[in-house]
């Protein structure tokens, strides 16, 4: 039964309204943030752009030796434990089964994607380079399968912050993994792509388009474009925005219908 109201907090509209609410010098201050934590990993960076640069040689000398690539027969046991990492920070306690699938048959720019249709995430081959990435992937498409079944919102109209929610979930179980693993480069990847995200919101404009078309040509609506352009770095935004205000606690709450603005 899907709970409207409740849902309806989350709808794009909305969404980009609590995002024009912020004031400016807090997005540089999230922006701060992030470099900081960047750079306690990464000190040569001298400023933002170094920064992501030196961090993307980092990685790729990661997905450059082989012998740390994830092994396909490890991919259920992972598949196992992340979700369980999810689970429990999500306070989730039994939910729908959810089926995983690594393909090479995916568009060579996307990593992961979540089949509501069939409750399947399908994970492109070359994401198995690299394991702090591999679970960064199956921890955001998850959560989109824990977003799904617990919440049932339509995915469209909600794209902000559901890729938002995502990515929060995707940066926390990194976090875990990079304490229990002992392994900063899991660090690395989860702020560093947080990092670009907020650069990059912080340059995008802070209000939908009004509407040009109705009717069937509304997929070429500056609406849906502004849209689909933006929702991983303003949902990211938000997210960054929420969990210095109120914790990481904030994906549990939400999940768990204990939410509001
Ligand atoms: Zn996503």
């Not at 010098?25 to 990464?42: H, M, P, T, W």
């Not at 990435?133 to 079944?149: D, K, L, Q």
Request: proline content about 5%.
């Amino acid at each position: 039964m899907v709970d409207s109201a409740y849902l309806d907090q989350f709808r794009n509209e909305e969404v980009v309204r609590r995002l024009a609410k912020i004031p400016p010098a807090r997005i540089d201050e999230l922006v701060k943030n992030y470099f900081l934590l960047c750079k306690e990993l990464c000190p040569r960076a001298k400023n933002e752009e170094e920064m992501l640069i030196d961090i993307e040689f980092d990685l790729w000398d990661e997905q450059r030796d082989p012998k740390a690539a994830v092994s396909k027969n490890d991919v259920p046991d992972i598949f196992t434990e992340v979700q369980a990492v999810v689970d429990q920070m999500l306070g989730r306690v039994r939910g729908e089964r959810c089926n995983l699938y690594v393909t090479q048959h995916l568009l060579q720019e996307i990593d992961g994607l979540y089949l509501r249709g069939v409750r399947a995430i399908k994970i492109n081959e070359r994401v198995l380079a690299s394991p702090a990435n591999f679970r960064g992937v199956v921890a955001h498409e998850y959560s989109h399968h824990c977003f799904a079944t617990g919440l049932q919102s339509p995915y469209s109209g909600f794209q902000i912050f559901e890729e938002g929610y995502a990515n929060g979930v995707a940066r926390a179980a990194q976090l875990y993994f990079s304490e229990r693993d002992q392994n900063p480069l899991f660090k690395k990847r989860a702020f560093a792509r947080t990092l670009g995200q907020l650069i990059k919101a912080r340059a995008a404009p802070q209000k939908i388009p009004e509407p040009r078309y109705t009717g069937p040509a509304a997929i070429l609506d500056d609406r849906a474009a502004y849209i689909a352009q933006n929702r991983h770095c303003l949902g990211n935004m938000l997210f960054a925005h929420l969990e210095a205000e109120r914790g990481p606690d904030i994906y549990r709450q939400i999940l768990q219908r204990e939410f509001t603005w």
